[in-house]
C-alpha cells in the first residue's frame, strides 16, 4: 500500500537502532514532532507513537491501548509505555549512528531518550539461537492485509499498529540443551527448518500457529538479533491491521488459555513491552493529519 511506512513491508535491513523517548514534563511535543516528521520517510526511519503521546496531545487513535502486564508461575511480560519509537534501519552503521544524532537533536526540546537499542541481521534472518525467525510470515498482498489499515480516512489510511519487546536470551543454558530438546523448544528442526508435527504442546511454534485461532491472527514479524557487551536476544516487533492478533498470540504464550506456557520462556524473557500507531505516509514523509498535525 503506497500511503504506509516502507520500512513496515521491506524486508529486515542489515542494521537497526530502535529508539524510545519519554515526554518531558511541562512541554508541549506539537513542534518537535512536526519537525520529525519532516525528515523521517518511514524507510530509514519508521515511525511509532505511544498512546502516552496521544494522551499528552489529547488525541485518540481507536484501536491504540496500553501494553497488557502477564504474571504467571514462570512467566513476567512487562509493560513498559514509551511516547515516541524510532526504527532506524540501514545497511551501514555509521548512517544510524548519524542520523540517531539529527533525530535526538529535533526532538530535544520536547523529548528525552529512555532507550537505544543495536540491532543487526544474523545469516539469512535467524535469531542467535540459529532458527529462522519469521518463517510463517505472510507475504505479498497477505502481508498488506495483515499489516496496514485499511481506512479511506486521510491519515488514518496506510497507518499500521506495532507491538514491541525486547527479549534476553539465556544462549549458554539454550547451548547446553541437546539438539532435540532445542527443536521441541521451538517446533522446529534447525537443520532445515522443518516444522515438528510431533513437537510438545509448549513449543513456540505450536503456541503461536496465526491459522489456530479464532479469528486467524496474522502478524507481520519484523525482528532483528541484538546484542551488547553483555546480554544477547531479540527485539521482538510485530505489525497488524490491529493489535488483536498479537494480543491473542501472547495470551496463548502465557498460558491464559490453558496453563501451558510457551516453552520459550525457560530460556529467554522480555524485559519491555510496548504498543504503537504508527502513522502513515504522504509524500515521502510522515503523514500526522490523524492527530491534526
Known amino acids: 500500500m503506497q500511503d504506509a511506512q516502507p520500512g513496515i ?59 497488557p502486564h502477564h504474571k504467571r508461575p514462570g512467566v513476567d511480560v512487562p509493560s513498559t509505555p514509551a511516547a515516541l519509537w524510532c526504527w532506524l534501519r540501514g545497511e551501514e552503521r555509521g548512517d544510524i549512528v548519524l542520523r540517531t544524532r539529527e533525530i535526538e537533536k529535533i526532538l530535544a526540546p ?59 536470551h539465556d544462549l ?26 510431533s513437537a510438545p504442546p509448549s513449543a513456540h511454534v505450536k503456541r503461536t500457529a496465526q491459522e489456530s485461532f479464532s479469528p486467524e491472527a496474522f502478524v507481520l514479524r519484523r525482528s532483528m538479533p541484538w546484542a551488547d557487551a553483555t546480554r544477547a536476544g531479540l527485539v521482538f516487533v510485530a505489525f497488524g491491521r490491529s493489535l488483536d492478533a498479537f494480543e491473542a498470540q501472547l495470551k496463548r504464550m502465557v498460558g491464559a488459555e490453558d496453563g501451558t506456557a510457551d516453552a520459550l520462556f525457560s530460556l529467554t524473557r522480555p524485559v519491555t513491552g510496548v504498543y504503537l500507531w504508527c502513522p502513515p505516509v504522504k509524500k515521502g514523509r510522515i503523514d500526522l493529519r490523524a492527530i491534526g498535525l
Open 172 to 197: 549458554d543454558k539454550f547451548a547446553a540443551l541437546p539438539r532435540k530438546k532445542q527443536d521441541d523448544t521451538i517446533g522446529r528442526r534447525k537443520s532445515d527448518n522443518k516444522e515438528l508435527g
Open 110 to 168: 520536547a523529548f528525552e531518550t529512555s532507550g537505544v537499542i543495536d540491532a543487526f541481521k544474523h545469516g539469512s534472518g535467524r535469531d542467535l539461537t540459529g532458527y529462522e525467525d519469521g518463517t510463517e510470515n505472510p507475504k505479498g498482498k497477505k502481508a498488506v492485509e495483515a499489516a496496514i489499515v485499511n481506512d479511506k480516512r486521510a491519515g488514518f489510511g496506510g497507518s499500521s499498529f506495532a507491538a514491541v519487546q525486547q527479549w534476553v
Open 9 to 67: 513491508l521491506a524486508p529486515i535491513p542489515r542494521h537497526a537502532r530502535y529508539l524510545t523517548f519519554g515526554l518531558k514534563q511541562g512541554v508541549r511535543p506539537e513542534a518537535a514532532l512536526r519537525a520529525l516528521a519532516a525528515i523521517a520517510d518511514g524507510e530509514s526511519c519508521v515511525v511509532g507513537l505511544g498512546a502516552v503521546l496521544l494522551f499528552a496531545l489529547q488525541k485518540r487513535i481507536e484501536g491504540l491501548r496500553p501494553f
